[in-house]
């Protein structure tokens, strides 16, 4: 008796991941003696509160505490040890990008705070490197907890959610407060990565019937440190182009109890960051350009009303709703000198000219949404029953806009012509997309609760209408296109459990991707080098089927799991060279023609291993693996966007877990890039690595926590694959040490409470 209840309370305390994990990489396991500190329920995988280890989906979970020990500066550190989780960095300027889940990534991966989707990944291209916007991620000491949920999703989140969801929950008055009417925290922390020093501080108070908090974080930072030599201003330079950052972030939240089954909840969330980049690393493509440095402006701001009701008749057993406004902003800056360049001020033709060039990107967006859901539990004969449903309402408006500013001063002339274009233009019209999703999904639990099935099912119905917009109609090679369509998402999981130490599950899941904006009017002309695109208004949404089956064991010491998947996408959506003149959708006059369209079919196949060993009282050891093979079956070519087999590893000493020492030594490796795509060019392929990171900790009773780490321990020079193909490194290109990882470095950080 006794052994099977420790065993319950320590499958509580480990936040399993039900899906593929028992203990996800970062998640460093907790034991029985922490099980009060612990929150028992994920909420991500099924829109409502559920313990961990009765979810058939993979689902991993990092708490404050944990992204306090490993003190990431990015998203890139914040996942660094989960091995199917990759973050790129653009080495050149704007640092970490879209997040990329067993190799689907950008807009095709849901990213949330507090249930609010962040605005879209946005990446131009094109060798200036110029028309970036980064999805910007909420501050880290405002956190606490980040659950990420593989695979597709669109059943329970709808479009943008068919390479999964990575969810952010920021952190309530209670947490500062700690069962005192008043309560704070203060916090330093320093990082050799970027030599970057942060501060926050959080204050929060109330009752049982209101409560409040403040939260304010500062940072200020320089480029990302590598192990390149040459400090060459040149194409050859490889050591990191100086840069200066500064972010300041806002959280604020009044949380009303009107009676013992109501909440309300406002929460106003604000995140500016400001970056300034000296371009030193000169572009091959742009032979003329001789200097260049840039500024890059975020700002995001979000007010979210949410509401929950646990009604005393049993009519429901609960009702939540929530209502929210966001507006993001970027704007990107770049001033280039151009020698030796044509009377046109060309980045690539000769002359006897020199030019001031100032180039301006900006992408707003303002998303405004509702959602409400329902729970409901009941039984019908033997069968149990838990049915949620709810509605989601979004709709965005989306502006991007390019600029240019022209000065020969050789001839003492200027202009708002380059290479053709006439500045100022939008690239896609102003305009909105409205989505309306509905959804319900049945937990039937059989056999006193050991087996559950759960059906679930999603409509959803999207539309994009673009503006009148000028600055689009001038430039746009066709006229812009309104677009609407509907998608019907299923769902089918089982979970079993075989003994008390052993539970296996399986998924079937449907998912989808409505085209966006740009990928349905995206449309410009460049009649000086004779290219343009063409929108489309023929593209049909992307769509998966996943097929995911999982086993984990559990005991008192022991927990692992293994977890194998097939996901199969078709429709992907790709900017492709249409073969002109002969398709009727060829711009006439340009020598080639780019549109979206509709054409890979894509597999994504793999296994993950998880797993966790308490070897005696004080240690513990634990491990996990990822392998995923990708193909482009349309093209017969691999996925350049699958990572090689990666594995990570940690040895954790800890005497107690409210007081007093403790320190890990984690380990992170990856194979040789071996696999990729090269019919464009030949990728640089990196080779295998094995890093390894010592981290530290002194918690001084429940007032003041001290953190060390030394990251790359041993100094280790190594590439990854995500940074490599993102910016596109040739195997010819020079000065590669400039895509390397950070030597030795080291952190530290110290709070506070109040």
Known sequence: MKRCYLARRLRASVRVTPAAAVCATLCTPLWAEEVQQLREVVVTATRTEERADDVASTITVEDARMIEHSMPVDETGLFADEPDIDVPRDRRRFGAGSINIRGIEDNRVLQMVDGVRLPDFYNGGGPSNISTSTRDAPEFSFLKRVEVLRGPASSLYGSDAIGGVVSYATKDPSDL?????????????????????GQTVGVAGGNDSIQGLFMYAHRSAHEMKNMGGDDSVSVSRSTPNPQDVESNAYLGKIVLSATPRQRFRLTYEHRDASSSTDMLRLSRSLPRVTSANGTEDLERDRVSLDYEWRPENGVLDRLVAAI????????????????????????????????????????????????????????????????????????????????????????????????????????????????????????????????????????????????????????????????????????????????????????????????????????FRNPVQGYGAAPNSDLDAEKSRSFEVGVRYSDENVQTSVAVFDNRYRDFIEQIQLACPSDPACLPGMRATYQFRNQARVRIYGAEWRGVWRFLPQWRVDGAVAYAHGTNEQKDQPLNSVSPLRAAAGLTWEPSVSEGPGAALRWRGAKAVTRTDDTTFTYFKPGGYGVVDLQAWWRLGKRATLTLAVNNLFDKKYWLWGDVRQTGVSATEPGLDFYTQPGRTVAASVKVMF
Request: proline content about 4%; overall charge neutral.
């Open 177 to 197: 407060m700690r069962g005192k009417s008043v309560g704070g925290e203060v916090g330093l922390n320093w990082n050799g990565i970027d030599n970057g020093f």
């Open 324 to 523: 929210y406004y966001q507006k993001s902003h970027t704007t990107n800056n770049t001033n280039q000198v151009r020698s030796r360049t044509s009377s046109a001020c060309s980045g690539t033709r000769p002359g006897a000219n020199v030019c001031n060039v100032a180039l301006g990107f900006g992408f707003e967006q303002q998303q405004t949404g509702f959602n409400v859901q329902a729970d409901k539990s009941f039984h019908t004969g033997s069968v149990e029953h838990r049915l949620i449903g709810g509605v989601d309402v979004i709709r965005t408006e989306s502006e991007e806009y390019r600029d240019a500013n022209v000065a020969n001063i050789t001839a003492g002339t200027g202009t708002k012509s380059l290479a053709g274009e006439t500045f100022p233009l939008h690239d896609f019209p102003k305009g909105e997309t409205r989505q309306v999703g509905v959804f319900m999904q049945d937990e039937l639990r059989f056999m006193h609760g050991r087996f559950t099935l759960t059906p679930g099912l999603r409509f959803d119905h999207y539309s994009l209408g673009p503006d009148d917009d000028p600055l689009y109609n001038r430039v746009a090679a066709k006229p812009a296109i309104s677009k609407s369509d509907s998608n019907l998402s299923p769902k089918l999981s089982a979970l079993w459990q075989a003994t008390d130490r052993i539970n296996v599950w399986a998924q079937y899941v449907f998912g989808y991707r409505a085209p966006n904006y740009r990928e349905i009017n995206g449309s």
